[in-house]
T-cell receptor, first 117, second 115 residues
Framework: AQKITQTQPGMFVQEKEAVTLDCTYD???????LFWYKQPSSGEMIFLIY??????QNATEGRYSLNFQKARKSANLVISASQLGDSAMYFC??????????????FGKGTKLSVIP | GAGVSQSPRYKVAKRGQDVALRCDPI?????LFWYQQALGQGPEFLTY????????KSGLPSDRFFAERPEGSVSTLKIQRTQQEDSAVYLC?????????????FGAGTRLSVL
């Protein structure tokens, strides 16, 4: 089974509008972390936002917020007031467990976001 | 430098050739990771280092792949006798600590094309 599922291969949003990118995850661990990265055409993966499994508040970073619904195992990224520079691939990722060797990230397949002027 | 630096940005290799990909992490970062990203996919873990120690190499796809970080800073990923299926973007990431919420910061990657 996929550990990270991003069901939207591509999304379009009008400039200045808000958009939600979906992410569901699968883990049996109680301790885990969820990350969102942006990958523009230049190739670099840019960290956007982090949510820990024990965090009670949804994470926010500027125009980015993470809608964390633990019972549903979802961690959707919300981008408010979209800008043309937001056009990129967006990846959801998870880090599981706290034991040794558990520091790698598992990524979804990504969502390509296109912002329309 | 301010970020993770990878070189070369692009590498074209003939099948059977050996290649070496370099990663220069953010200064002071203890942890270093290598990922492989196939076209249209998310990155997949290859290996990670804590300082000079390679603590996990479970993601390396074959014994043709080898990584080292001899002085705990710069790392090299070497692929011997390249095959067409090795064509991908190779991403390097570093983080300051191995704490639970340490953020991994990525370089721009090396795009390897094996002909």
């Amino acid at each position: 089974a996929q550990k990270i599922t991003q069901t939207q291969p591509g999304m379009f949003v009008q400039e200045k509008e808000a958009v939600t990118l979906d992410c569901t995850y699968d883990t049996s661990d109680q301790s885990y972390g969820l990350f969102w990265y942006k990958q523009p055409s230049s190739g670099e993966m840019i960290f956007l936002i982090y949510q820990g499994s024990y965090d009670e508040q949804n994470a926010t970073e500027g125009r980015y917020s993470l809608n964390f619904q633990k019972a549903r195992k979802s961690a959707n990224l919300v981008i408010s007031a979209s800008q043309l520079g937001d056009s990129a691939m967006y990846f959801c990722a998870m880090r599981e467990g706290r034991g040794a060797g558990s520091y790698q990230l598992t990524f979804g397949k990504g969502t390509k976001l296109s912002v329309i002027p | 430098g301010a970020g993770v630096s990878q070189s070369p940005r692009y590498k074209v290799a003939k099948r059977g050739q050996d290649v070496a990909l370099r990663c220069d992490p953010i200064s002071g970062h203890v942890s270093l990771f290598w990922y492989q990203q196939a076209l249209g996919q998310g990155p997949e873990f290859l290996t990670y280092f804590q300082n000079e120690a390679q603590l996990d190499k479970s993601g390396l796809p074959s014994d043709r792949f080898f990584a080292e970080r001899p002085e705990g800073s710069v790392s090299t990923l070497k692929i011997q006798r390249t095959q067409q299926e090795d064509s991908a973007v190779y991403l390097c990431a570093s983080s300051f600590l191995l704490d639970w919420d340490s953020i991994q910061y990525f370089g721009a990657g090396t795009r390897l094309s094996v002909l």
